[in-house]
């Protein structure tokens, strides 16, 4: 009994620390640049809501608090006035710029760190090449070992990790297909058998990819690949929700992340490592983006103040910035509400 409890709720908390991970080097950007740049740091938090623990180094407070799904650097003037020289407010645009941006970039550098990992960690480094073909394959009427594979259904490939993207993007059994044979491309239709699991309908790539031995130079640029094509999936799924390729019904919040990752640590480390490279990459984009209440927006309105030195009145941001949080948690509590139902169904 106590087994079974724990084989259900050790993949739950590990998912949780995997995105507490993740605010922790977001927000530790926030806090290392400052640092930097000489801002003065009021508090740095781990969690949110009441404090379990909190000391003080120096100026700043460090606090671990009691929900961990969630953190913040505080710092010095940057939410209030403050005559300190020392505050966020008083520093250069750019510093400012680099502060604001430093846990996005945190986030991104975490992702490629992330895909380093899992290339360095396999045997060898994937290609875009096919292998060989499974005995029951029905792909191979079209493609033949030794293709590499250009395009899928006009989405560029450049690694191992951008096949199985495009696979994942198909909307039927056919694939128009760019391949480099013999030196020469080729574009294909290549037809392919349909599996379904758990209500989905997906492409079975039948065929296996070929591996290089592992090399200082290929393992950073397949890293440095599967990181673009981590990246890519972003504006991709951002494209296909405005365009109405996915619904509501389709969107994750913080409890649906958290299903998946912890189904995905059941079923191996790689699969739970990839959706975390996925996950901290998104969260760093997804920031960079000019939603108000978001680094994004502030970076514009800095980007606005450095080019025409002057800032929007404060009442005017404040008032742009609240209205952005509260449509945020909004849609977050929708996005919440209906992973809970999910799980329930």
């Known amino acids: 009994m106590i087994t079974n409890i724990w084989h259900t709720v050790y993949p739950i908390l590990i998912a949780i620390l995997f995105f507490e991970l993740i605010i922790i080097i977001h927000e530790g950007g926030h806090f290392i640049a400052a640092r930097l740049m000489g801002i003065k740091v009021n508090e740095f938090s781990i ?6 623990i909190q000391f003080q180094r120096g100026e700043t407070k460090y606090s671990l608090r009691l929900i961990l799904f969630g953190g913040y650097c505080a710092m010095e003037g940057e ?5 300190d020289e020392r505050s ?3 520093k250069k645009v750019l510093q400012r710029i680099f502060v604001v941006s430093a846990g996005a970039l945190m986030n991104l550098i975490l992702g490629f760190v992330i895909a380093a ?4 960690s396999q045997e060898l480094v994937g290609t875009a090449t096919v292998a060989r073909f499974e005995k029951t394959a029905v792909s191979n009427a079209a493609l033949q070992v030794g293709d590499t594979i250009k395009t899928i259904d006009g989405m560029r490939v450049y690694s191992a990790t951008d096949v199985s993207t495009g696979f994942s993007r198909s909307k039927d059994d056919t694939l128009e297909m760019t391949v480099l044979r013999n030196g020469e491309e080729k ?3 290549v037809k392919f058998n349909m599996e379904e699991s758990e209500g989905h309908r997906f492409i079975h790539m039948d065929f296996w990819l070929l591996g290089e031995e592992k090399t200082v130079a290929n393992v950073l640029k397949t890293s440095a690949l599967d990181w673009m094509s ?3 999936t972003v504006f991709l799924s951002v494209h296909d929700m405005i365009t109405g390729r996915y619904g509501f019904s389709d969107m994750s919040g913080p409890v649906g992340a ?3 990752v912890s189904k995905a640590v059941k079923s191996n480390s790689f699969a739970a490592l990839r959706i975390m490279a996925l996950l901290t990459i998104n969260v760093g ?3 960079l983006f000019p939603i108000p209440a978001l680094d994004g927006w502030r970076l514009f309105l800095l980007i606005f103040e450095g080019i025409f030195r002057k800032k929007i009145p404060d009442k005017w941001e404040w008032a742009i910035n609240a209205a952005g949080l509260a449509v945020l948690l909004a849609f977050m509590s929708v996005i919440t509400f209906s992973d809970i139902s999910k799980l329930f169904k």
């Open 285 to 287: 984009l997804f920031n």
């Open 47 to 52: 969690g949110m809501g009441p404090k379990l």
């Open 258 to 260: 958290v299903n998946i």
């Open 187 to 189: 574009k294909l239709s």
């Open 88 to 90: 966020f407010a008083k």
């Open 117 to 120: 990992i899992l290339v360095s």
């Open 79 to 83: 939410s209030e006035e403050s005559e």
């Open 230 to 232: 981590y990246a890519r």
